[in-house]
DNA sequence: TTTCTTGCCGAAACCGGTTTCGTAACTGAT
DNA sequence: ATCAGTTACGAAACCGGTTTCGGCAAGAAA
């Protein structure tokens, strides 16, 4: 008596079974599950003997099979977020590659699903668990306050953030050193000669925000520079508002010669304000930005930015990921790493004061 | 006696299971897996019964638990490329945002693995195919022989190309009619004066590329002009191949007023190459292209392209995928859409007749 | 009435694993 | 030699579903 089947399951359905790796051993699966898990009450004879044969006989545990008892399928689950302004698309590719690659090695699978964010993307997260799709997540972007780090603490379901917390709680995480990359930037341009440096910040719901802008700060100091309030804006995280913010900058009585971004894609605007006002990037306005997007390299001069290793990157948060479902404490699962300097034209010694430029931007206006 | 257990599994796990159904309804869960799924069985009055009770106990049923015994998890594979040129990366996320609402509407879930192409990649799907952790593919960027095809035919395993093949087998697939795009710019750049046109095609192992240049063609003949086979060429998926396409072209004693591309990513060469030679976008060499990236939109003057809606390409792929598993047959599971004008400043009539512009061609090498 | 269908459901096997429990055989101490 | 304690494995239950099989009851045909 068959429903509407659907295909055939293809009758190539000849995989290894544990019954097959038991029978040719002459033990009973039940010995040979615990053989492969390490069970104490297995001899090392057995074991070995149990692991050599199902080696060779090709035996894969159905990680499905294994779930349905022990409520893991060896899958990382990844939601990401449709709608966001820019930076995240140029970084997905790599991002996912190092992700699927780290995954692949151990065994493990990726699952993604997109959402709109907000509360979507919680009753995605919430279904991926409940239907055990996902024994883990990796949260990519934190939020200065990130509601799914809170549903999953509470839901105990295990997961690593890309980017670090306000409040550390007892959360695993990866993330870039952008705070130090800021500092190098304000010192790369302090050594340049510049005074007056203008910070555009990205939006403050990110957590990363606050980092950078305390890097920036910091380096600020370092290089013995006041920090004027008024050349400190944020919020900019595309392309039309980062030219919006330089324009507010450069209206300033006493503009800054140089400008420093918090992300790329805010950082290109950087040129059409230039362009708009008649100013030569590089000369006239230095900048230097932050994630090393391709554009980079396509827009003239070439904009100095740090570079972030989104391959890397993801390949360290599934690691991270996969050993705190293993049981590691999530405490002991904290990465950083270093941006790195791209260097490109769009940066360099001041042409002229910031008088000089205060006078070239009035007349353009 | 436990083993190294990991993270414990949340003591939540009060999901609702058949078992739980069944005893509120005071039948077996036998029953009731047939009543849901539609087993010939079972009684109308019981069948909605249960569908009622079900759903209001929140019953949704394992996944994974379905697929030991069915083979079946309800999940959508998708294999990427790693390392190939360009062009795919601005589309993966609205891309993978279509799969994943389609599949999350029907309760389906989306794994993803990234391998580096060619054998690899057969072996990524082979592994996801064994460890049945996808149902079916979506198999991107369709090559003229595609192997990925060839594979999942022998292995009976369904699967949906994003892309038509050569020799259309029994396959299902979905594509954006590129042919007509070329078609149709042919004859916008017919209308706007232009009569000598050059074709940069895409790579030779796309099967896109064969269709496009046919496309490119029939618009020539339509418009009723001749194709000088030396204005076309292949091989251009990157902005530095695109460029020396360009000036490969332009050097041609009687040069084109006008070359259309079958990849936007190619077709931002012609800015580096008409910049370098010193000419006007849109007004000495006019340029159409397709695909619909971003960078069309930042180059000056914007560049006139065939915009193809991924999110929409995925969200039908996914939906067709769904079907073949559940399925219907792969001949009747072929859609089609059109790619949208998308103008911008790049083309116009010609300012220029062919031998002027090889005077500035030659004037400026 | 009797017999044959048919409709409808319960019982139980099954999928591929994991985990608990019980026990035979081997220690080692008395 | 006896007895308690280990060691190492078999047996069987279990996870959450699906699918097969058998049989009861009601209706149809004889």
Redesign the pocket.
Known sequence: ???APGIEVSPS?D?V???DVADAL??????V??A??N?P???D??RQRVARTAESMG?R??AH??A???GRSRAIGLVLQTDVAGAQRPFLSDFLAGVSNAASDASWTLTVAMSSGGNEMLATMRRLIEERKADGFIVPRTLAEDARATLLNSLKVPFVLYGRLREIGDCAWFDILGEEAMRKAVARLAGQGHSRIGFVNGGMEYNFSYLREEGFRVGMQEAGLKVDENLVVNGAMTREVGRDKVVELLAHDKPPTAVLFAVDMAALGAYDAAEAIGLQIGQDLSVISYDGIPECAWVRPKLTSFRVDSKMAGGRLAELLIRHVRGEHPSTLRETAHAMLWPGGSDGPPRLTTEELANRVAGAI
Do not use: W
């Open positions: 008596m068959k429903a359905a995989r079974t544990i019954s002459g033990l009973t699966k039940g010995t599950s615990r492969l898990n069970y009450d297995i001899s004879a057995t035996y545990p159905l099979a294994q349905i008892r022990t």
